[in-house]
């Protein structure tokens, strides 16, 4: 048994007491209801366990995600500069537009989130989340509820466990990107989301820092005489949710924020620019070797550890594991160790896994691909462990889990983890659960 997995146990253990088996499931339940930690009607969380990593694997996974977050920028300055290069991202005029225009601030996404899985040891990755990422006022809030578990109190006896708490450094880059105080802030998405409980969370951090802080949606900003405002405000700083693609699809609900934002009368973070990075294309800008040369040797080792084979979907040839093929051919003979992702989604949406459909299936998604815009990328091992999950009742289920590092500035400061018995890990497309991270420290 590894070391990791006695821990588990020794977590595990505690709900051999009925008593405390019960008051946990009393605590997790209560206290989302009562923190409103709801995605939509669901509760975030149906764990009774944290995710629990030793400080190694978690300084590993540090390591590489600051490592991968600088090639990444390294990507962003070449494709700002190379008009050719930013054709593979597939963009519309307009974002190309908005991308090429100045935020005000070094870095198009000072918050992201690298999205991948721990193997072996080894964390890969298969998403940036350049834009918008979410689940860091979530996270919190869980930590929270679990820090008045009965089951979490039994282990910490037995071993010493620190919650890795993220919402807060959201604060820090908005001060940061402003460069200035902060009076203001809006907090940007379309209305009656399942994410209003998170906004919320957020508005109470961002008013107890002294900033007022409304919450609207992009119909709600005017933009006369230099200033952008809602709900009677002058805003500072737009912290935005709405992705950037939602937001050109209403072009007259997006004016006002859109032309502060070019006129340079309002901070918005992240900014416009990160869709260059948020596009899936950008995994296979790393990892494709016809872009080698714009990266340093160092990144090239990271990118080949970290980073799983990815690649545009169009006719022609490519290579794979050294040797040359024909993509279309290769991925219709590979099926059961590939996915096709669109370029510009989120929360699972397109998304075909192939060992989960038959060969028909794939054939028709490869097809609607080559006519898309979709990126194919070679499946990772996906780690599942035992936790207590309260359904009906507690139940010990082996569910997959993912890890997701947030990076201010480059910096990693916490993770998003979550849950699911599917093959797809994902809150929104209703196949996952929140779970806050513990870095076990020792013994008490």
């Not at 860091?136 to 930590?143: G, I, K, S, W």
């Amino acid at each position: 048994m590894s070391r990791l997995a006695r821990v588990i146990a020794a977590y595990h253990a505690a709900f051999d007491d009925a008593a405390v088996a019960a008051a946990s499931a009393e605590v997790l339940t209560d206290g989302q209801r009562a923190a409103r930690a709801m995605f939509g009607e669901r509760p975030l969380c149906v764990s009774l366990r944290p995710n629990l990593v030793d400080r190694r694997q978690l300084t590993a996974n540090a390591g590489a995600s600051e490592a991968l977050y600088a090639a990444l920028q390294r990507l962003e300055r070449a494709l700002l500069r190379d008009e050719d290069l930013r054709r593979e991202l597939d963009l519309s005029p307009e974002e190309e537009r908005l991308a090429l225009a100045d935020p005000g601030y070094r870095a198009a996404s000072p918050s992201a989130r690298l999205d991948g899985f721990v193997s072996g040891g080894v964390i890969r990755y298969v998403e940036y989340n350049a834009e918008s990422p979410a689940g860091m006022a979530y996270n919190d809030v869980l930590v929270s509820v679990f820090e008045r578990m009965p089951a979490l109190r039994a282990f910490r006896r037995r071993y010493r466990a620190r919650p890795l708490r993220v919402a807060r450094r959201q604060l820090t880059v908005l001060r940061r990107a402003r460069g200035r105080r902060i009076r203001s802030i809006a907090i940007v998405d379309w209305r009656d989301l399942p994410t209003l409980t998170e906004f919320e969370m957020f508005q109470r951090l961002f008013t107890d820092a002294g900033a007022r802080t409304v919450i609207c949606a992009p119909e709600d900003l005017r933009y006369r005489a230099g200033r952008l405002r809602a709900a009677g405000v002058d805003v500072d700083v737009v912290y935005r949710r709405v992705l950037l693609s939602e937001l050109l699809a209403r072009p007259a609900l997006a004016r006002p924020l859109l032309r502060a934002y070019l006129a340079g009368d309002v901070t918005v973070v992240n900014s416009f620019r990160a869709k260059l990075l948020h596009k899936k294309m950008s995994l296979a800008l790393l990892s494709d070797d016809r872009y080698a040369a714009l990266y340093t040797p160092a990144q090239r080792r990271i990118i080949a550890r970290h980073v799983p084979w990815t690649r545009k979907v169009r006719e022609g040839h490519t290579t794979y594991r050294g040797r040359v093929v024909d993509l279309a051919e290769h991925v219709l003979g590979a099926k059961d160790g590939l996915v096709l992702k669109p370029n510009d989604e989120y929360g699972g949406k397109g998304v075909v896994l192939g060992w989960t459909v038959d060969g028909h299936e794939w054939e028709q998604a490869l097809l609607a691909a080559l006519t898309s815009s979709y990126v194919v990328q070679e499946r990772v091992g996906v780690p599942r462990e035992p936790f207590p999950v309260l359904l009906d009742r507690t139940h010990f289920l082996d569910l997959a889990v993912d890890c997701d590092p947030y990076l201010f500035w480059g910096k990693v400061g916490g993770v998003l983890t979550r849950l699911s018995s599917s093959a797809l890990l994902n809150v929104t497309a209703g196949a996952g659960s929140v779970v806050p991270t513990y870095v076990v420290e020792g013994v008490a």
